[in-house]
């Protein structure tokens, strides 16, 4: 299985209308927030439905460092991972997702309803809980939302694009769920798996 983007090439820097933040020059600040096109192809027989996540495994776990006026983060400091999308129950026949489509601008406190393929069911990215303690943005941050790396950070961050081949129509969760949720439900489920990866940075000095 493979899957492939006409949104960006494979290892390249994603345009800035796919992720949630953006630089203007000195500004930094909410950009587009596209969900990129992807496709994906070859599935193994018995396939009855896909999931689909987007992670981001540069995260600082620094917290107090992000963002902070004459800081910047190192490589080298140790990362954790933030989850951009988790969409589970894609119906099999499904095999594309037009850019813009599932998200098309920043909704703050999360989109209650993010668009998706009929059937499908979207779970929590992990911008739930970095907004929880912001009362201008906290709620449940559902469907895709962007790279918005911390502008001080001097790693440039890569975004998988992971999509799995499972072996059920309908994943055992709750109504609510996030990505690692998502992950041990489908245990014992996966057929096959195919990933794709962006970078992005808003730093100014990270080439790449």
């Known amino acids: ?31 587009d927030n596209r969900n990129p096109h992807l496709r994906w192809d070859d599935a193994p027989a018995g396939t009855k439905s896909f999931a689909l996540l987007v992670l981001d495994p540069d995260v600082p776990t620094v917290a107090e460092m992000v963002g902070k006026p004459g800081v910047e983060i190192p490589v080298d400091q140790p990362r954790t991972e933030f989850v951009h999308w988790v969409m589970v129950d894609i119906p099999a026949e499904v095999r594309e997702i037009a850019a813009g489509a599932c998200s098309d601008g920043v909704v703050p406190h999360g989109k209650a309803d993010p668009a998706g393929p009929a059937g499908s069911r979207q779970g929590l990215n992990s911008y739930t809980g970095w907004f929880a303690d912001n009362s201008d943005m906290a709620g449940d941050w559902r469907g895709y939302d962007g790279a918005f790396p911390p502008p001080n950070d001097l790693r440039l961050h890569r975004y998988f694009f992971r999509v799995f081949a499972l072996d059920v129509e309908r994943l055992d ?14 245990h014992g489920h996966v057929l096959a798996e195919a990933a794709v990866y962006g970078t992005y940075s808003l730093h100014p000095g990270v080439p790449g």
């Not at 983007?5 to 203007?24: I, K, N, Y």
């Open 173 to 186: 969760l709750p109504e609510r769920f996030d990505g690692a949720a998502a992950l041990r439900a489908m």
């Open 1 to 31: 299985m493979r899957i492939t983007s006409e949104s960006f090439e494979p290892g390249q820097r994603l345009p800035a209308q796919f992720a949630a933040g953006r630089r203007d020059g000195d500004d930094v600040g909410f950009g």
